[in-house]
């Protein structure tokens, strides 16, 4: 096999045709794996592949057979016809990296243009051999590649089929319903705790003068927002992906929250009308097809390539100005917010485990602002509404970064501020069903609902483990660990 390719390759360099369309689909073609190999999970839909590959590969091909002919027409530009194949392959070669790295910075883009162009023209006689260099690259990118194409291939979906009939459940009571989420905020009884040693009481009483009740024992079954939120949405536990397919923390994740779920198909049997009001288009980066009703922000809005923390909306304005459009319907809403968040993703040797609890409490001031605001809107404009202030997973306050979360510790401190999460609900009339004490982990907030929304208590028998995971990489082997018993005790149970 080796002495194929070394034939091949030789013969490739020493034939004195130019071909164009291999020169320019290997210079585009390692970004384009690069960039999938690294942010797979936001660019794994259709219209994302057919843009990039047009955007990496068709342009530039196009672009040579212009310049070619244009070239060869005007007398006077004929004689620079050698430099067109080298300068675009290096030129593509070197924008589409930038693309992949920093996205469309215009000032980047202009440095790997003038480097494409300078090294195009010193380089013309060696354009094949940085080809064979760019087809190495590829070689090396594709083995990790291979498990990312297995999972689209192979991906299945039934770990989110429901073991009862609550996607037909009938509802008896019909108030509109606001589920809010406050991105890494924790749980008010962990905010006294020796790590974030915060008081946080005053928010707590204004909540409880509103209505609202507050589950202090309430945390998230994973740690991250789409892992946390693909399983609400399902009412199911995923343990970050399966046997076949392994560790899986992010894959399909945003389809699963925003495109036809358990939850959306139960509250649309119930003639709801669905809302997805966002902050940032973070959970439509990969451009899912929406199953909501209606989304505050379009896919017309967003790029093909974007981490989706860009574009912020005036949250609270747009949810107002669709509650009260929305007076003749039933209606559900999730309304996210990425407020407060959590702590540094990656490690930051500037910053430090106290500046970190410093900015996140800061954060916090900011959050309880913004819910109050909107709480005393739906209050007004909706007495009667079941309102959910739920948060997605804690704030990690006290690790180094979000993503040494992954480390192993026995800490239960830690743990809980991986996990904890506020919980606080308005329940019509003040009335909480009995069996509220059943509300402990978010995969069973919406069963819980929908058990008290149809009065039917048979859908509690099939409530999930209340039990946290999470992945470990660091400190023991990797893989999909228990980190909390149902009870919420600290535990290391590999799954």
């Known amino acids: 096999m080796f002495r194929y390719f070394k034939r091949r390759v030789s013969l490739f360099l020493s034939d ?244 036809s779920n358990a939850v959306l198909r139960t509250f649309k049997h119930n003639n709801y009308k669905t809302f997805l009001m966002l902050q940032v288009p973070y959970l439509l980066s990969n451009r899912p097809s929406i199953a909501y009703d209606y989304c505050n922000i379009s896919l017309d809005e967003i790029s093909y390539i974007t981490r989706g923390f860009s574009g912020e909306t005036n949250l609270i304005e747009e949810t107002k100005t669709a509650v009260l459009k929305n007076k003749m319907t039933s209606n559900f809403f999730f309304i996210e917010s990425m407020l407060p968040s959590h702590i540094t993703t990656n490690y930051k040797a500037s910053s430090s485990i106290e500046n970190e609890r410093k900015l996140y409490l800061k954060r916090i001031k900011l959050a309880n602002e913004w819910l109050s605001e909107l709480i005393d809107f739906i209050n007004k404009e909706d007495p009667d509404a079941l309102i959910v202030i739920a948060a997605d997973h804690g704030g990690c306050v006290g690790l180094n970064s979000f993503l040494s979360s992954s480390k192993k510790t026995a800490n239960p401190l830690l743990k809980n501020s991986i996990f904890s999460s506020l919980l606080a609900i308005k329940w019509p009339n003040n009335s909480a069903p009995k069996f509220d004490t059943d509300l402990k982990t978010s995969v069973n907030l919406f069963r819980v609902l929908f058990s008290y929304l149809s009065e039917d208590e048979s859908y509690l028998k099939h409530l999930q483990d209340d039990k946290s995971y999470i992945i470990i990489r660091e400190d023991a082997p990797t893989g999909v660990y228990e980190y909390l018993d149902s009870s919420g005790n600290t535990v290391f149970n590999e799954i």
């Not at 999938?36 to 590969?57: C, E, P, R, T």
């Not at 083995?143 to 990312?148: C, F, H, V, Y």
């Not at 429901?162 to 009884?189: L, R």
């Open 16 to 259: 004195a045709k130019s071909y164009p369309i291999i020169t320019l689909i290997a210079a585009g073609l390692y970004a384009l794996m690069y960039y999938y190999d690294k942010n797979y999970a936001l660019i794994n839909s259709k219209s994302q592949f057919a843009f990039l590959v047009g955007l990496y590969i068709a342009f530039p091909i196009i672009l040579f057979y212009v310049f070619n002919f244009s070239f060869k027409k005007i007398r006077s530009l004929s004689k620079f016809r050698k430099f067109i194949l080298p300068i675009l392959n290096l030129s593509t070669f070197f924008l589409t990296i930038v693309i992949s790295l920093f996205g469309f910075d215009t000032l980047k883009m202009l440095i790997a243009l003038a480097l494409g162009v300078l090294l195009g023209i010193v380089l013309v006689k060696h354009i094949k051999k940085i080809v064979v260099v760019q087809f190495i690259l590829m070689c090396l990118v594709l083995p990790k590649l291979i498990p990312d194409l297995y999972r689209e291939v192979f991906y299945s979906k039934t770990w989110m089929t429901q073991p009862d009939s609550i996607e037909t459940s009938i509802f008896k009571k019909s108030p509109n319903i606001y589920v809010i989420q406050p991105d890494g905020y924790t749980s008010f009884s962990t905010f006294k705790d020796s790590i974030h040693r915060y008081d946080n009481s005053r928010f707590q009483q204004f909540l409880e003068s509103k209505g609202f009740k507050t589950y202090d024992d309430y945390r998230s079954n994973y740690f991250s927002t789409l892992s946390s939120n693909s399983s609400l949405f399902s009412m199911k536990h995923h343990y970050y992906g399966n046997n076949t397919l392994g560790i899986n923390p992010r894959h399909n994740a945003r389809n699963e929250i925003v495109e």
